[in-house]
Each structure stands twice: as structure tokens, then as C-alpha cells.
């Protein structure tokens, strides 16, 4: 079993509509939260950082992390075509620089 | 300010054959990153550098993988002999001390035949 579980996907939803994109995780040290986006054939951008629990909004885009779950979300509301993206979750322990990653969901927002 | 500079963007080899990967971090970054992602997986670190020095190296395949920064700016990763198993995007990634964000370079897609 992996460190990071995420659906890869495809999500295909119609545009303006609420995207839900999550990952589990089994390791209970882990601190730092990270949502990633990758367009195809970039490397890939960070888009919300979260510390610990709770939630942190920036924009369209909510992430939330909840450690008594091991479950972290990330929430785009309104969504539009230029959100069809790769969403990767990537994860820390405190004392570990190391980020462990999710495999990615491809996610299509169609007009 | 330009981000992360990676050459080439697209290397086609045979297998067996050398290949050389390049990359400029973000000026000021001390902290440069190697990783590689392949088709719908999420990136693996390779190798990490604290300005020159290889600071985590610990899963870089050291028989046919190499790396260096000789000055701790750019860097160089160097496969010698590829394998078709090591066609994959070879990130690079930096950030500036006591960032926690990393970021991107466009990535280096290998394939090798």
C-alpha cells in the first residue's frame, strides 16, 4: 500500500461546477500539506500549502486537511476550462524534507 | 524573474547510449531538486543538493545515474547507459532557504528506444 492514495481519475465535470478532489494517507506524522496543479507537459506548480489541520482558502480554491481522518481535500469552486489540470498532493513529516506524493488526478472542466 | 531553465525539453535516445540533463534553479535558490515522474505518477526525488553539496542522493541509481553542481547553481544529471526502463520526465525543482515551496522546471521528457 502506498504512502499517498489519490484517484487518478479522469473527473470530468461541466464548467462552474464545485470540483472535490481528495487523498488518504497512512502516515500519522506527516505535517505539511501541499496541493500541486500540472498542466500537461509542465512541471508542476504549487497551489495551496497547509500546516497541520484545518482549512486555508485562496481565491476559488479550499484546501482542507483533516489528520483524525488522514484525509486531505482540495475544493475549486466556480470552476472553468483553464482548471483542466493534473492535481497532485504532496505531504511532509516535520523533521523529513522529503515530500511524498500522490499519483495525481486529471481533472477536465468541460465549457 | 525566470523560473527554472531545463535543457533539453525532448531527448529521443537508443538504449545504451549516454544522455545529459541540464538545469539552471531560480537565481538565489540554494536548494535544487532532481526528480522523476513517470505517466501518471507523482514525481520521486532523485537527488538533492544544499547549494554544492548532494545532501540526499540515497535513491539515485549511482550504477548508471550521476549528478553534480559544482558551483551550487546549475546542475547536470547524466545517465550512462540508458535503459528503456529510465524513459520518463526528469524534474528539476528549486526553492530558497527555509522556503517550503518548490518550484518546477518545465522537465526533460526521455525516451529511449
Known amino acids: 500500500q502506498k504512502e499517498v492514495e489519490q484517484d487518478p481519475g479522469p473527473l470530468s465535470v461541466p464548467e462552474g461546477a464545485i470540483v472535490s478532489l481528495n487523498c488518504t494517507y497512512s502516515?500519522?506524522?506527516?505535517?505539511?500539506f501541499m496541493w500541486y496543479r500540472q498542466y500537461s507537459r509542465k512541471g508542476p506548480e504549487l497551489l495551496m500549502y497547509t500546516y497541520s489541520s484545518g482549512n486555508k482558502e485562496d481565491g476559488r480554491f479550499t484546501a482542507q486537511v483533516d489528520k483524525s481522518s488522514k484525509y486531505i481535500s482540495l475544493f475549486i469552486r466556480d470552476s472553468q476550462p483553464s482548471d483542466s489540470a493534473t492535481y497532485l498532493c504532496?505531504?511532509?513529516?516535520?523533521?523529513?524534507?522529503?515530500?511524498?506524493w500522490g499519483a495525481g488526478t486529471k481533472l477536465i472542466i468541460k465549457p | 524573474e525566470a523560473g527554472v531553465v531545463q535543457s533539453p525539453r525532448y531527448k529521443i535516445i537508443e538504449k545504451k547510449q549516454p544522455v545529459a540533463f541540464w538545469c539552471n534553479p531560480i537565481?538565489?535558490?540554494?536548494?535544487l531538486y532532481w526528480y522523476l515522474q513517470n505517466l501518471g505518477q507523482g514525481p520521486e526525488l532523485l537527488i538533492r543538493y544544499e547549494n554544492e553539496e548532494a545532501v540526499d542522493d540515497s535513491q539515485l541509481p549511482k550504477d548508471r545515474f550521476s549528478a553534480e553542481r559544482l558551483k551550487g547553481v546549475d546542475s547536470t544529471l547524466k545517465i550512462q547507459p540508458a535503459e528503456l526502463g529510465d524513459s520518463a520526465v526528469y524534474l528539476c525543482?528549486?526553492?530558497?532557504?527555509?522556503?517550503?515551496?518548490?518550484?518546477f522546471g518545465p522537465g526533460t521528457r526521455l525516451l529511449v528506444l
Open positions: 525543482a528549486s526553492s530558497g532557504t527555509g522556503q517550503e515551496t518548490q518550484y
Open positions: 537565481s538565489g535558490h540554494n536548494t
Open positions: 502516515n500519522s506524522a506527516f505535517q505539511y
Open positions: 504532496a505531504m511532509r513529516q516535520d523533521s523529513n524534507y522529503q515530500l511524498i
